[in-house]
Structure formats: structure tokens, C-alpha cells
């Protein structure tokens, strides 16, 4: 194992003490040398950025949603990504929508990892009944593809950015609950979750203090790679009309859009989808990058 | 399996019941009377008890009548079925393209580690899990019926009006696909019996074939089992891209019109599919491994 050096001074004497890097420490050192993660990483911060500047820069009114008479105009110096079938410049709402974009997806993964990490470590520590119901429920959300589920919930809620970060939350949860399970059976049994039982700490003290923290691995891979996945559903549920609503500017929105001007107009298919591509590329890249990084079969 | 079908049932029932739209209106024309409305409704059982209605429509199902569609005054059954063998067909297709190059590609890779050949096939396999495949359809559109002219951009005939979608949902499958192959073959090709095979002087091809590749097998085949949710979620999506009259397309658009017969019905008859899909794969591994099948020969 990896030290590193300090040199303290005990009672007039120097002397050197070995310090062991925190979980955290070595998972950064590790992932630095990974080119892909390290791509991914600059890419996510770059598009935040950006797409922070765009909401400074743009008028949501005026430049994002407002018609103009340049239509169907292909890439070139005044729109370097040319506009679409209302005069919008593609290059501002793409920047702009990227802001939905990552919203949604993180919102959706989010309550969908609390969700389903408590309900997963619920069965795992208790077993018995509650594993089972728990299991069976998320057995259904598993057995209906997530597309149609979320299509239900979206046209019983109603069309809206917030139905739709719920409806994806729902397809997302079972996928954690079985991480969660899973994580939390294989310490459940261990020496020091006894010791604290036997020290009498309360049962979710327990699960979130010494359990959770313990299969932390396995879930943050799941999560980077989750949201990655949340992004491309968002957009397929946009495209099937029951997501974002046009004429906000979400990706899945304007390939929607696109889709009726292919024939002529190529460009306005094409940029959105690169967007939604290198946007999961790179959280695909940071997911693979921090698996490796945190595997502790991995060492280097 | 029973109860799963059950609950999920009941739940998509209580959706659709709150996802409103007065039946009534989809059945009557516009200018129906009050009175005729009221007498439909009574007729029906509109406006029975929630409770009551979803048992009734679960003896419907117990004696063999799913309903009737409220837009067309179809058969659900007959309808779902009349569909299915379009949505086998292109699953089954993107399926075998799928495994056709992801297999290769897969023992490759593993056989070629670290390479820059290895490295290339990563990262493609990278950007097609990283695509939204309705955008990919959109893109192979593009390029091989508008600007090739090669194949047609959608509906049905012979096999040319199978390609695009087909490669739609099977290139991101494979991209999955020659991940699991190479991570799975790299597991085997350092076990001793492979070096054992190389040292009884086995030819290089019956190594990697008859050794190798047979105890990859097993998690070659769970991945290809766990992503028949995600090709009918593809399929779903190439559907509406493609104009392909399958499943998928019949349950977004009867969610759209709020066809809750057709809706409640096509959702338990997936779920019917996926259990036997599963069913199939568990039957696949013991083809694949003896040592499963010997335990069930065992157990009888």
C-alpha cells in the first residue's frame, strides 16, 4: 500500500510517521491516471460551464424561443450550427437545453438512489418479509420496459418537467434497490455491524453509518452511469412526446423537432443528438474510469 | 409469476383510471346525448366501484376476454398478437446482428489486450452505448435513404424495410455486447484449463472456441437475457422512427388516446413475454454449461 511521508516531532525527538491515503484520496490518485475519466471529467465541466454562461448570455425569451425569419439556415458564420424550422440559432439552444438536460437526469437518479437505496437496504439488513415484498416490487418495475412505465405515470400526471424527473425516478429505483440489497447482504453479517449492535446503536444509525458507507463503490459507479443512461431516457421520452414540452429547448425536444425537416434539413437532427452522445460518452467514461479506480482487486 | 402479473395489473389499471379521459367520450361519437352517454356508462360499468371493475376485468382475462379496445372496438388480444410477430422480428434480427458482430469483435479484443486494435474497438464501443439509438436511426436514415438512396426510411415490406431498423436497435446491443464477450473471455483466458488444452496441443481455434469461449458463455447470455427489456424499449423507439407496426409503437400510441383496455392488456401480455423470455434463457444455459444441466437431471 501507497504512504505518504510527514515528519512530526515528539518529545524533542524527529520522527517519521507513515500516513495511509483516505478511500477518497487513493480513488482520486487513481483516477488521474485514467486518460478516458480524466476526459470525461474536463468534457461534464466544460458543459456546466457553458451551459451556466448560455443562461447568463441568452435571453430565454428572445434568443431561445422567439421565431425569426432566418429558417432552415444550414451551419454557417452567423450559425455555426445553423437554425431551425423557426429561425432559432441550434448552437444557443443546444448550450442552453443542456441545462434540462443534466437536471432532469440528475434529479431522476437522485430520488431514485434514495429511493431505492433505503428500500434495498431495508431488505438486505432485515430479510425475511421484507426483502421479499421489497424484491417483488421492484421484480415488476423490472419485468415492464422503463419506456412504457414512464409513458403511463406521464399521462396520468400530465405532461411537465417535474412528472417526467418523477416518472424516470420510478424506472431508476429498482436498479438501485438490487445494488443496495446486494451491497448491504455481503457486510450485513460482519464483525463490526455485530459490535455495533451489541454497543446498542440504532438500527438506521447502523445502516447508514457503518453499513452504507462500507458498499459505497458499487453505487457510485451505478450512479455515474445511471445518469448517463437518465439522459438518453429523458430524451427518448421527449421524442415520444411525453417529456419536455417544446419550445423548451431539451435535446430529445428538438430531435423531435428535427425529425419533420430531415429531408432538408439534416443539421437539426444531427447536433442535438451529438450533444446527448458526448454528454454520455463522458459520464460513460468517468463510470468506467471510477470502477476501475475502486476496485480494489485493481491495485496498482 | 402470478402475483407479479397481479399486482402490476392493478397498477397500471389505477393509473390509467387516473390518467382520466371519460371513456365514454372515446367510444360515442361527438354528438352523442346526455341520456345515450349515461346508458353506455350504466352498460359498461363505468360507474361501478374502482375495486369492482379491475376484478371484473381480471375474470375477463380468467376466462380468456382481455376487452376491447374503446378507439378501434378491436380485440385486444388478437390485436397484441397480430402485432407481436413484427416486434419479434426486429428484436430477433437486432438480436442475431448484434451477436454476430459483438462476439467476434468481443474474443478479439480479449485475445488482442492492451493493443491498439483493442483500444479502437473500445472506445467504438463506447459511442454506441453512449447513443440515443432513436438518433442513430434518424442518422442511418440520413445517410443510407436520403442522401444513398440505398434503403427505404421506413414501413414494411421485404427484407431491405428490415435493415435500418434492425442495425438501429442492434448496434447499441452490440456496442453492450462485445463488452460483456471481452471482459467475459478475458476471465477465462487466463484459467488453467486453457493453458492445459494449449499444452495437449489442442489447435489454437478449438482452444479459444471449445475452451474458451463455452465457459464465457454464461454471462454472455445473462447479458443478452437482462437486454430484451431494453430491445423492446428500442424497439419501441425505431417503431415510431420507422413506422414499424409492432408492440411498442401499439402501446405508446394507445397510452396517447387513452385506451386503457388496450394499454392494461399489452402491458401484462409484455410482461407475460418477458417471463418467458427469461424462461428461454435459464433453458439456453444449460445448453451452454453441463454442469447446469447436471444439476437438474440431478434433482429429477
Redesign the interface.
Known amino acids: 500500500m501507497s504512504k505518504t511521508r510527514k515528519t512530526i516531532i515528539l518529545e524533542g525527538e524527529e520522527i517519521e510517521i507513515y500516513k495511509g491515503r483516505s478511500m477518497a484520496q487513493e480513488t482520486w490518485r487513481r483516477l488521474k491516471r485514467n486518460k478516458g475519466a480524466m476526459i470525461g471529467i474536463i468534457f461534464l465541466v466544460a458543459l456546466m460551464l457553458a451551459t451556466t454562461v448560455a443562461s447568463f448570455v441568452y435571453d430565454y425569451d428572445k434568443d431561445i424561443i422567439a421565431m425569426s425569419k432566418d429558417r432552415f439556415m444550414p451551419p454557417s458564420k452567423d450559425h455555426i450550427l445553423g437554425t431551425d424550422n423557426m429561425g432559432r440559432d441550434i448552437f444557443a439552444r443546444v448550450l442552453y437545453g443542456a441545462k434540462y438536460s443534466l437536471v432532469i437526469s440528475l434529479g431522476s437518479t437522485a430520488i431514485g438512489l434514495a429511493v431505492g437505496l433505503f428500500l434495498g437496504a431495508l431488505a438486505g439488513y432485515y430479510g425475511g418479509l421484507i426483502d421479499n415484498i421489497v424484491m417483488?416490487?421492484t421484480?415488476?418495475f423490472?419485468?415492464?420496459?422503463?419506456?412504457?412505465i414512464a409513458?403511463?405515470?406521464v399521462?396520468?400526471l400530465g405532461t411537465s418537467t417535474m412528472n417526467l424527473l418523477l416518472a424516470m425516478a420510478l424506472g431508476t429505483f429498482s436498479n438501485f434497490a438490487r445494488i443496495g440489497r446486494a451491497s448491504v447482504m455481503t457486510v450485513r453479517d460482519q464483525e463490526f455491524i455485530e459490535a455495533g449492535r451489541a454497543i446498542g446503536l440504532p438500527t438506521w444509525k447502523t445502516i447508514v453509518k457503518h453499513v452504507l458507507p462500507n458498499c459505497l463503490s458499487p453505487i457510485i459507479v451505478q450512479t455515474t452511469l445511471k445518469v448517463?443512461s437518465n439522459i438518453?431516457s429523458a430524451?427518448?421520452l421527449s421524442?415520444?412526446?411525453?417529456g419536455v414540452t417544446p419550445p423548451t429547448p431539451e435535446w430529445?425536444a428538438m430531435?423531435s423537432d428535427?425529425?419533420s425537416y430531415?429531408?432538408s434539413s439534416?443539421w437539426m437532427?444531427?447536433f442535438p443528438?451529438l450533444a446527448?452522445?458526448?454528454t454520455?460518452?463522458a459520464l460513460?467514461?468517468l463510470g468506467?474510469g471510477l470502477r476501475d479506480a475502486m476496485d480494489p482487486k485493481l491495485k496498482r | 409469476m402470478i402475483p407479479t402479473l397481479l399486482v402490476t395489473s392493478l397498477l397500471i389499471f389505477w393509473a390509467m383510471d387516473l390518467a382520466g379521459g371519460d371513456p365514454v367520450n372515446q367510444i360515442l361519437p361527438e354528438n352523442a346525448t346526455y341520456e345515450q352517454r349515461e346508458i353506455l356508462r350504466e352498460q359498461m360499468g363505468f360507474n361501478d366501484p374502482f375495486m369492482v371493475r379491475y376484478f371484473r376485468y381480471i375474470g375477463g382475462i380468467l376466462s380468456g376476454d382481455m376487452g376491447k379496445s374503446y378507439i378501434s372496438g378491436l380485440d385486444v388480444f388478437g390485436t397484441f398478437m397480430g402485432r407481436l410477430h413484427m416486434t419479434l422480428l426486429l428484436g430477433g434480427s437486432a438480436l442475431i446482428f448484434a451477436c454476430l458482430i459483438s462476439v467476434p469483435l468481443g474474443i478479439y479484443t480479449a485475445l488482442h489486450q492492451n493493443t491498439w486494435k483493442d483500444t479502437l474497438a473500445t472506445v467504438l464501443a463506447l459511442f454506441g452505448v453512449s447513443m440515443p439509438n432513436f438518433w442513430l436511426g434518424l442518422m442511418l436514415i440520413l445517410l443510407f435513404s436520403l442522401k444513398l438512396g440505398w434503403l427505404p426510411s421506413g414501413g414494411t415490406g421485404g427484407i431491405q424495410y428490415l435493415v435500418l431498423p434492425a442495425v438501429t436497435v442492434g448496434l447499441s446491443l452490440a456496442a453492450l455486447l462485445t463488452r460483456t464477450t471481452r471482459s467475459a473471455m478475458l476471465d477465462v483466458i487466463r484459467q488453467d484449463y486453457m493453458t492445459t488444452a494449449k499444452a495437449k496441443g489442442a489447435s489454437y481455434r478449438r482452444v479459444i472456441y471449445n475452451h474458451g469461449l463455452r465457459n464465457a458463455m454464461i454471462p454472455i447470455v445473462t447479458a443478452v437475457g437482462m437486454q430484451f427489456s431494453y430491445v423492446m424499449t428500442g424497439s419501441a423507439l425505431a417503431e415510431t422512427v420507422f413506422g414499424w407496426p409492432g408492440i411498442g409503437r401499439l402501446v405508446v400510441d394507445s397510452i396517447n388516446k387513452r385506451d386503457t383496455p388496450m394499454v392494461t392488456g399489452s402491458i401484462i401480455l409484455c410482461c407475460v413475454l418477458m417471463a418467458i423470455i427469461n424462461l428461454a434463457v435459464d433453458i439456453v444455459y444449460a445448453f451452454c454449461d453441463p454442469r447446469i444441466k447436471a444439476q437438474y437431471s440431478g434433482r429429477s
Open positions: 417483488r416490487v421484480d415488476i423490472y419485468s415492464i420496459p422503463y419506456i412504457m409513458v403511463v405515470v399521462s396520468m448517463g438518453i430524451s427518448s421524442f415520444l412526446g411525453v430529445g430531435l428535427g425529425r430531415i429531408r439534416g437532427c444531427l443528438g446527448i452522445m458526448f454520455v460518452l460513460n467514461l468506467d
